[in-house]
T-cell receptor, first 115, second 115 residues
Framework: GQNIDQPTEMTATEGAIVQINCTYQ??????LFWYQQHAGEAPTFLSY????GLEEKGRFSSFLSRSKGYSYLLLKELQMKDSASYLC????????????????FGTGTLLAVQP | DGGITQSPKYLFRKEGQNVTLSCEQN?????MYWYRQDPGQGLRLIYY???????QKGDIAEGYSVSREKKESFPLTVTSAQKNPTAFYLC??????????????FGPGTRLTVT
């Protein structure tokens, strides 16, 4: 089966740092994505990890440990506009094992940034 | 500008009627996807297509149908057999594996309400 777990909600303060965790158990793994989604809008791409370690991109960093089935998204210097849902998604093989860009999404973490 | 368009943004239908949601992309992507999102939930895959004239069922394909007659277009029909069709529907596209990036690009979504 496919299972991706994230906390449902988190709250943080403007200017602070927040870490959103994601654990996964999937039949196959070809990489992990983080997307940001504001209410009623389309998800937008934040990061992609396929090898273990930390990927940094401005205020956002993402970490992956394939042996632990674990990733986190780190947001620094939080701003009010960072209030959104953050979706963890795993890229998995196709139905017959072939390479695809098919994604399995977690339920998302709703982050509220307070003044 | 390159991107993905979905129309309309809001759609209202009576129970028992079939309805077709439009998705067009001019990114020259081979693969296209349809997702459904319910309040407070992540994205669930309905159908995906990796190439013209071919598509595969996702996790929740029952009550839906698709076609992929052109590379740019991947319409989704919500049939009367879908028991709970009211949801936010998102279309996405991506390059084929091996063509560079793996991320999916999302359209703005269609919010379907069936009463």
């Amino acid at each position: 089966g496919q299972n991706i777990d994230q906390p449902t909600e988190m709250t943080a303060t403007e200017g602070a740092i927040v870490q959103i965790n994601c654990t996964y158990q999937t039949s196959g793994f070809n990489g992990l994505f983080w997307y940001q989604q504001h209410a009623g809008e389309a998800p937008t791409f934040l990061s992609y990890n396929v090898l273990d370690g930390l990927e940094e991109k401005g205020r956002f960093s993402s970490f992956l440990s394939r042996s632990k089935g674990y990733s986190y998204l780190l947001l620094k210097e939080l701003q009010m506009k960072d209030s959104a849902s953050y979706l963890c998604a795993v890229r998995v093989p196709g139905e017959y094992g072939g390479a695809t860009n098919k994604l399995i999404f977690g339920t998302g973490t709703l982050l509220a940034v307070q003044p | 500008d390159g991107g993905i368009t979905q129309s309309p943004k809001y759609l209202f239908r009576k129970e028992g009627q079939n309805v077709t949601l439009s998705c067009e992309q001019n990114l020259n992507h081979d693969a296209m996807y349809w997702y459904r999102q319910d309040p407070g939930q992540g994205l669930r895959l309905i159908y995906y297509s990796q190439i013209v004239n071919d598509f595969q069922k996702g996790d929740i394909a029952e009550g839906y149908s698709v076609s992929r007659e052109k590379k740019e277009s991947f319409p989704l029909t919500v049939t009367s057999a879908q028991k709970n069709p009211t949801a936010f529907y998102l279309c996405a596209s991506s390059p084929s594996p091996g063509q560079g990036t793996y991320e999916q690009y999302f359209g703005p979504g269609t919010r379907l309400t069936v009463t």
